[in-house]
Each structure stands twice: as structure tokens, then as C-alpha cells.
């Protein structure tokens, strides 16, 4: 047995077959779905400033909590966990009792930046009163106030298709890309500057 039923559980294999898309995802669902982190993946996640990360409680009610930081965040592990820091929020704690009664989890991470997305199904767990590893995960001089760890171990992950995903900047990639630009123009004022004085010197010299 693979991992595809987690992915596509029996509900999705018939709706795929009654909708006629079954034939498109045979193939995946005979090889299964990767999960293990790859270089690729591993690449992808350092540059995430943003994630949302979907949990439920036992009986099925669903919840969407958007979790943010520093770009890389959200830590390899090793080949099957990524980790995070849990920061001082609003204290209403849905998420960590969700995860209580059901360790079943979801991280959907969105790159508007690049047009892209990945979707990763997996088990999550709260790791309380462990300084080493809030302290290994938490980035440093990030003004905010870790508290706890959630480890995420690794079922399934898929890359999303780009269609429909807006093109957006960040703050800082806007201010990274204004740079180059500014720092292309200061090359080019020097070298305007350069010209005119040859010109100057060249008339001047008849």
C-alpha cells in the first residue's frame, strides 16, 4: 500500500471517476505521492515567510490557522518533520486542542511571489517545555515571543498548480528589487558623469 489514499481518499477516487479525471491521476495514485523532503522542497520551504496550517477536532469540525515569520521559519527537521515555533498569540488555543484529540494536519504553503504552491498532508503534535528545541527553531532577533514547538511529520506533499495565483511582493522583496535598480542607476549616473567630463576636456582641447 502508498501513501495515494491519503491524498485521494475513496471519496476523491469516485468523484475523480464519476467527474471522468480518474484516468489523469492513475498513475499517481498507483506510484503514491513523495513524502520525504527533498532538496527542492527543502529550498521552497526556507523562502516561506507565510503558511497556513489546517487542523480538526474529533468530531470533523475544521479550522485554518495562518502562521508567519521570518523567511524560513518553518524548519527541516530531517527527511520526514518540519518544525516550528509556536509564538504568544491571541491565547484561544484552537489549534493546539485540535491537535489534542486529532494529530491529522495540513500545511498549504503559498509563494505569490514565484506563482507557486504545495500542499503537504501529514500528523502534527505539540512539543511543550522544551527550551533546546524552541530554542533550534526559533529565529533569533524576531520580535516575537516563542512559547512552545509543533513538529510536523511528513505523509504526503504535492506541488499545485500555478493557475489563478496572483502576483505578489512582500515588503522586502519589493525593497531587495528597488535596490538593484537604484544601485544600476548610481552605475550609470557615475558613467554619465565620466562621459560628459571626457566630452568637456575633449571640446575644450578643440
Not at 502508498?2 to 471517476?17: D, G, H, I, W
Not at 496572483?166 to 528589487?177: G, M
Not at 576636456?201 to 578643440?206: D, K, V
Request: overall charge neutral.
Amino acid at each position: 500500500m502508498n501513501n495515494a489514499s491519503r491524498v485521494f481518499t475513496p471519496a476523491v477516487q469516485k468523484a475523480q471517476a464519476e467527474r471522468g479525471s480518474s484516468q489523469a491521476y492513475a498513475r499517481r495514485i498507483a506510484e503514491g505521492f513523495p513524502d520525504k523532503v527533498t532538496p527542492d522542497l527543502a529550498q521552497f520551504i526556507a523562502l516561506q515567510d507565510t503558511a497556513f496550517l489546517a487542523t480538526a477536532s474529533a468530531d470533523g469540525a475544521p479550522y485554518i490557522q495562518h502562521r508567519g515569520g521570518p523567511k524560513g521559519f518553518i524548519k527541516v527537521i530531517d527527511e520526514k518533520t518540519l518544525g516550528f515555533a509556536d509564538y504568544r498569540g491571541n491565547r484561544q488555543y484552537i489549534t493546539l486542542a485540535n491537535l489534542s484529540e486529532n494529530d491529522k494536519a495540513y500545511l498549504f504553503l503559498l509563494d505569490p511571489a514565484r506563482r507557486q504552491r504545495i500542499k503537504i498532508w501529514g500528523r502534527a503534535r505539540v512539543v511543550e517545555n522544551d527550551a533546546a528545541l524552541v530554542e533550534k527553531l526559533f529565529d533569533a532577533g524576531y520580535k516575537a515571543r516563542p512559547e512552545r514547538a509543533i513538529l510536523f511529520t511528513i505523509e504526503a506533499w504535492d506541488v499545485n498548480c500555478s493557475q489563478h495565483i496572483v502576483t505578489r511582493f512582500t515588503e522586502s522583496e519589493i525593497e531587495e528589487a528597488f535596490a538593484a535598480v537604484r544601485g544600476k542607476i548610481d552605475e550609470l549616473q557615475v558613467e554619465n558623469a565620466r562621459l560628459r567630463a571626457l566630452l568637456a576636456q575633449r571640446t575644450e582641447n578643440g
